[in-house]
Structures are given as C-alpha cells and as structure tokens.
C-alpha cells in the first residue's frame, strides 16, 4: 500500500463522503481535509495544493502516492491501493 494518501474533500460532497467510507471500510490509513472548513489562508493554501495536482479543483481529489484519481472512482482507488 502507498505511503501517503491524502483526500481532499468538501464536508458536503457526497461523493467525497462515499470516497472517505471506502478507505474506512478498508482500514486505509490517511490524511482527511475538508476544504470548505477551512478558512483564509489556510484555505488558499490548501486549494493551491490541490490546484498541482488537479487544476480544474473538484472533489474529491485523491493523492495515493504519485496517482491522483480525481472523483470517486471505487475501481480506480481500488486499483491503486492494491485492495
């Protein structure tokens, strides 16, 4: 399994939230922000985070190691988590 997974999310999106329940279903360890919540600067540098990896900023973007899947795509998340 790769070494740092990161999801980025709306706390509203429900496709992030399915995102988020199938790591949990699979015991994947990983770093969880909800953009949204964040405010100010933090918030714009979350979004200029996920802007190298997914210029056009939909969520949920998912970072597995040097993969991005943007979406939820289970197949996809599957795919690259090896699970």
């Known amino acids: 399994m790769p070494e740092k997974i990161r ?7 429900s496709h992030c939230k399915s ?4 790591l949990n279903d699979h015991g994947v360890e990983y770093d969880m ?15 200029e985070e996920v802007k190298q990896c997914n210029s056009a900023l939909t969520f949920p973007t998912i970072v597995i190691g040097e993969k991005v899947i943007i979406g939820f795509h289970e197949d996809k998340i599957k795919e690259a988590l090896g699970i």
């Open 7 to 13: 999801l980025y999310a709306l706390s509203t999106c």
């Open 19 to 22: 995102a988020k329940k199938l």
């Open 33 to 47: 922000v909800e953009v949204d919540l964040a405010s100010g600067e933090e918030q714009k540098a979350i979004l």
